[in-house]
């Protein structure tokens, strides 16, 4: 449509820019990649130096960059698009925004979520039935999910097997009245089995209180989690070897990187289809410095100081969490008092960008419309 006939891959991530190979993606080669789960052109964490990958971007010819990933990958290419203006370049930068854990702000959800939430069934399935096989049987099931439980709420409320979902915006804890153990012993009565969601990120206070803290990061700076799931099971299984009231049969899947490997589904697909023809007019229109995503249904294109100001979370004062409460019944562990402090610290949900635009007053010349 457009009359290009070079399309460069990247290898790597970031630091492919000032690797020497890159791959040719040519119609043929892209053609069954949807089919496929993974990334044809390799991924990593770290190695962002925003002043060699503009050269590398220079010294290419390069006029149009597409990048793709999660709220930290479009964190870097804020700073690349900033960098390409400063040097006064006519490259546009386009951000696409991929991550099952769908922590990026603005837009209505990012690519991969939905597969993800619909992998997960398959293990909370799992759990179910093997906690309804035996004698007050609980199912814990670790997703994904650092620093937004978004994979957890989603596949708790469409599963509708699961007793308790636990997710790292919402603070619980253990012992005592209202507390976890004394949810799982009710359960059990009423019910012979359980199962239990946890995110990764979930609870991680509770673990730096309990084993030594390892303040470890990836090489993108991102905290390094102990396994909360692993953790939680032996807390429960101690718990109930102690009390010697309930003899319980944990079982505890952790499905985190097969749910995050497998080929995206038809809904995904659609959407990657959505996004990348967005992205690519919006940048044949001389758009630069956004990224493009559905936005109360609409696709448009947002401004990446938009996106990189915040992170994409659960808020546990809003409907969704409240449904999800009611759908599995298990205590908010929340007194008032953190309500009132929950609903202080949070900024109001980020509207349709109407009226903005993330044009560059240099090089793009047209408001940004919304695309449907
Ligand atoms: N604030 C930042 N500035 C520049 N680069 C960043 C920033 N945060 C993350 N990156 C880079 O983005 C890439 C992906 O980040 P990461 O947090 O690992 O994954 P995700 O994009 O899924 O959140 C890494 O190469 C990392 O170095
Ligand atoms: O072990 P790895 O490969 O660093 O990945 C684990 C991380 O992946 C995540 O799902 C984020 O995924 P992406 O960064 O691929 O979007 C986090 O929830 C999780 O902590």
Redesign the pocket.
Known sequence: MYGVNKVLGIDGGYKGFYARNTIDLTPKVVNDIHKRGGTILG?S?GGHDTSKIVDSIQDRGINQVYII?????QKGAAVIYEEIRRRGLKVSVAGIP????N?IPVIDR?F?FDT?VEEAQRAINAAHVEAESIENGIGVVKL?????GF?AMYATLASRDVDCCLIPESPFYLEGRGGLFEYIEKRLKENGHMVIVI???AGQDLLSESLQSMNQQ?A?G?KL?KDVGLWISQRIKNHFGRQQKISINLKYIDP??MI?AIPSNAADNVYCTLLAQSAVHGAMAGYTGFICGPVNGRHSYIPFNHITEKQNKVVITDRMWARLLSSTNQPSFLNPKDVIEVQEGEEPPTQLLEGENCKDSKFATKDIPSMT
Request: charged residues 30%; without cysteine.
């Open positions: 991924t964490r990933g999660g709220d930290g990958t991929k991550t099952i854990d922590d990012s991969g993800a994904m999910g650092r620093y937004s994979i995110a990764e990120g990836d993108s991102n989690l985190t990187y995050r």
